[in-house]
């Protein structure tokens, strides 16, 4: 038992935002935690991030079901989704919707029944709060977009004003470069890289030569 909150489960999700045991969003710290229920593959699931320990993982956030600008983004990602998956990397989308939302607008988007990820329900905004997202006033969330390695560490993210639509194709990018660093110990990936394209490594060699 964690003799901060008294919470007896690990992942210490005992809503209490002033609990000592709470991470805090930050490159290259363990990624804030969670367990959530999510609408996947037309079940109602529990999931935790702790449940992916060993992958990589994509968290993105996006205001709300049955808008504008979110279906196109979880349509470009569910088009992707087998090219996430086949790079070891986990999928899961987040709002501040109810499962059953996400059920209804499943069943009746063309474009969200594409959606093969999981989508995790944040109806009382508490991961929202933890990554830094939440719209406290309207009760939904910035565009937001994270990136974790398998040691569940934050590795990169980025958020959005919600009239900004995302790229997957960048995060695909950025999960593509975040592997090769992690596999190439001491390679730096510079802007714009991509798979087969040449790598720099960092040296007094290369200073001003760049």
């Known amino acids: 038992m964690r003799e901060n909150c008294g919470c007896?489960?690990?992942e210490?999700?005992?809503?209490?935002?002033?609990?000592?045991?709470?991470?805090f969003l930050a490159i290259n710290?363990?990624?804030?935690?969670?367990i959530a229920e999510a609408y996947h593959e037309g079940q109602i699931k529990k999931v935790s991030l702790k449940d992916y320990r060993g992958k990589w993982v994509i968290v993105f956030f996006y205001p709300a079901d049955f808008t504008f600008v979110c279906p196109t983004e979880l349509g470009e990602m569910a088009e992707r989704y087998e090219k996430f998956r086949?790079?070891?990397?986990?999928?899961?989308?987040?709002?501040?919707?109810?499962?059953?939302?996400?059920?209804?607008?499943?069943?009746?988007?063309?474009?969200?029944?594409?959606?093969?990820?999981?989508m995790v329900a944040d109806p009382n905004h508490e991961i929202s709060w933890k990554y830094g997202v939440l719209i406290p006033e309207e009760g939904v969330t910035f565009r937001g977009s994270f990136l974790?390695?398998?040691?569940?560490?934050?590795?990169?993210?980025?958020?959005?004003?919600?009239?900004?639509?995302?790229?997957?194709d960048e995060l695909l990018r950025k999960l593509e470069a975040a592997i090769f660093t992690r596999e190439n110990g001491g390679e730096v990936c510079p802007a714009n890289w991509k798979p087969g394209q040449k790598t720099l490594h960092p040296g007094l060699d290369l200073v001003g030569k760049i």
């Open 12 to 23: 210490c999700s005992c809503g209490n935002r002033d609990c000592k045991e709470e991470e």
């Open 148 to 168: 974790i390695d398998p040691d569940g560490i934050l590795k990169a993210y980025e958020v959005h004003n919600n009239d900004i639509g995302r790229s997957a």
């Open 86 to 118: 086949n790079l070891g990397c986990e999928v899961l989308s987040i709002s501040t919707d109810t499962v059953f939302v996400h059920k209804a607008w499943h069943d009746t988007s063309d474009t969200i029944k594409k959606v093969k990820f999981p």
């Open 29 to 34: 710290h363990p990624a804030p935690r969670f």
């Open 8 to 10: 007896e489960n690990e």
